[in-house]
Each structure stands twice: as structure tokens, then as C-alpha cells.
């Protein structure tokens, strides 16, 4: 990752039909992790929406939980966008295929375990209202 894990804040909150992957920075207004945060989510939504998951194997590991199902992934079956946030930025994913949801949700949890105390779980509320 190009930004700084410990200067940021993994939030990964899961929905019904997918997730938001959130870095958000965590100290108010620090414009060059916030740069970074955004330069890296943007190319990363561009990648999956393509179908490439390289990046995350070759941060967690190419057996991350649900990586395989999501590599799998046919065109059209999973959306990936990118939006900016006001401390970092967020990808929203979603699916109509359950089995799909249940591997993002897998590779949310995954990665709230590798990132330690640098990630967390978001709720519904939080999300929304980032997204406003």
C-alpha cells in the first residue's frame, strides 16, 4: 500500500447485497495520506471491477478467505465503484449472487484480521452517512 497503515483506518461494513471498504485517515485533514488513500482505492475499484484481485493476494496472501470466489466473478456479476470521502476514500461492492456476498463478507473479516488495530467493522448508519 502506498499510504501509511498505522497513519489510517481500515472500515470494512458489510451489507446485504456486498460491502464498503473505507481508509480513511486518522488525523483530520492530513492531505498527503488522504492523496495517497484516494490514488490507491481508485486504482484498486478499477482493478476488481476488471476482475483483477492480484493486489490483495499479493498483500494477504493468494489463499485469503473468499479471494477465489471473487476471482471467479463473470462480468456484470460483481460492481465495483470508487467514491471519495472527506478524510480518505471507500469502494462499494455488490453482488446479486449470494454466494458472491458470502466471499466478500469472508474477505471483509479476513482482512479486519490481518490489519489488526488499523481495522475495524462499520454498521450501516456509519457508512450511510459517509455516503451523503
Known amino acids: 500500500m502506498p499510504f501509511e497503515l498505522k497513519a489510517t483506518t481500515h472500515i470494512f461494513t458489510k451489507t446485504q447485497d456486498g460491502g464498503v471498504q473505507q481508509v480513511v485517515t486518522k488525523k483530520a485533514g492530513d492531505e498527503h495520506q488522504i ?39 463473470k462480468a456484470g456479476e460483481l460492481t465495483v465503484s470508487y467514491q471519495d470521502m472527506p478524510n480518505g476514500g471507500q469502494i462499494q461492492f455488490s453482488a446479486h449472487d449470494p454466494l458472491l456476498v458470502q466471499a466478500l463478507h469472508k ?13 475495524m467493522r462499520g454498521h450501516k448508519h456509519a457508512n450511510m452517512m459517509h455516503m451523503q
Request: no cysteine; glycine share 8%; charged share 20%.
Open 35 to 73: 492523496h495517497l488513500i484516494r490514488e490507491h482505492l481508485a486504482l484498486i475499484a478499477d482493478h476488481f471491477s476488471k476482475g483483477n484481485f492480484a493486489e490483495p493476494a499479493n498483500i494477504h496472501g493468494a489463499n485469503m478467505p473468499g479471494l477465489a470466489e471473487l476471482r471467479q466473478a
Open 107 to 119: 474477505w471483509f473479516d479476513a482482512q479486519i484480521s490481518d490489519h489488526g488495530a488499523d481495522a
